[in-house]
C-alpha cells in the first residue's frame, strides 16, 4: 500500500516561492495520476494541481494557473510542487493524493503560511 509523505512547507511574505515534495513509499506510485490539494482554515478541501500518470498532462485550478507548476520524478516516487508569487490567499494545509482522492492516502500535510 502507499504511504504519502508531504514536505516543503514554510511561512514566507507574499510573492515569495516554495518548493513542496511528496514522497511515495510502497508500490504503484508511477501508475496513478497524482495531485496537489490544499485546505484552508474554515473550507473544504480542494484539488489545486493535476498530473497524469507518466507527467504529460497537467492542469490547474485557475487561481494558481502561471504561479504554480506540478511536476513527478518516477523513479524517485516523488511529486512536486513549485509555487511562485504566492499570495496570502494561497495559506493553507497542502496534501498530495491520488486523482481522484483516495481516503486512506491523506496524510499530514505541509503547512504553508503566505502573510507579511
Known amino acids: 500500500q502507499v504511504r504519502l509523505v508531504e514536505s516543503g512547507g514554510d511561512w514566507v511574505q507574499p510573492g515569495g516561492s516554495l518548493r513542496l515534495s511528496c514522497t511515495a513509499s510502497?508500490?504503484?506510485?508511477?501508475?496513478?495520476?497524482m495531485g496537489w490539494y490544499r485546505q484552508a482554515p474554515g473550507n473544504e478541501r480542494e484539488v489545486v494541481a493535476f498530473i497524469a500518470q507518466g507527467g504529460a498532462l497537467v492542469d490547474y485550478i485557475p487561481s494558481v494557473k502561471g504561479r504554480f507548476t506540478i511536476s513527478r520524478d518516477d523513479t524517485m516516487n516523488t511529486l512536486y510542487l513549485q509555487m511562485n508569487s504566492l499570495k496570502p490567499e494561497d495559506t493553507a494545509v497542502y496534501y498530495c493524493?491520488?486523482?481522484?482522492?483516495?481516503?486512506?492516502?491523506w496524510g499530514q500535510g505541509t503547512q504553508v503560511t503566505v502573510s507579511s
Open positions: 493524493n491520488l486523482v481522484p482522492p483516495d481516503t486512506q492516502h
Open positions: 510502497g508500490s504503484g506510485f508511477s501508475v496513478d495520476h
